[in-house]
């Protein structure tokens, strides 16, 4: 229902008084805030892409989507366990 309501932001006076910096309050979801989602295939990512449009379209920017079996020389759920690991290794 809240949708189609304005959201304004009234940060002002919280920069002004030295609790915030304008920095803080930048529109658009940034990357630290978003998920990432590694598929094993192309179709796995349209599939969930479309799902979240259509089940979920006012978080839809929050997910980040690649695809392991394009974007890298390996494939398989093997792979994507080992893509996963690796991430996880470098804090991501």
Do not use: M
Request: proline share 4%; net charge negative; charged share 25%.
């Amino acid at each position: 229902a809240n949708l189609d309501l304005s959201v304004i932001w009234r940060y002002g006076p919280l920069v002004e008084a030295g609790w915030a910096d304008a920095s803080d309050f930048v529109p658009c979801t940034r990357r630290e805030q978003t998920v990432l989602i590694a598929t094993e295939g192309s179709s796995d990512v349209h599939i969930l892409k479309l799902a979240i449009k259509l089940i979920r379209p006012e978080v839809a920017d929050f997910f980040r989507f690649i695809d392991v079996s394009e974007r890298h020389p390996f494939s398989g759920t093997g792979s994507l366990v080992k893509f996963a690991e690796g991430l996880a290794k470098i804090d991501v």
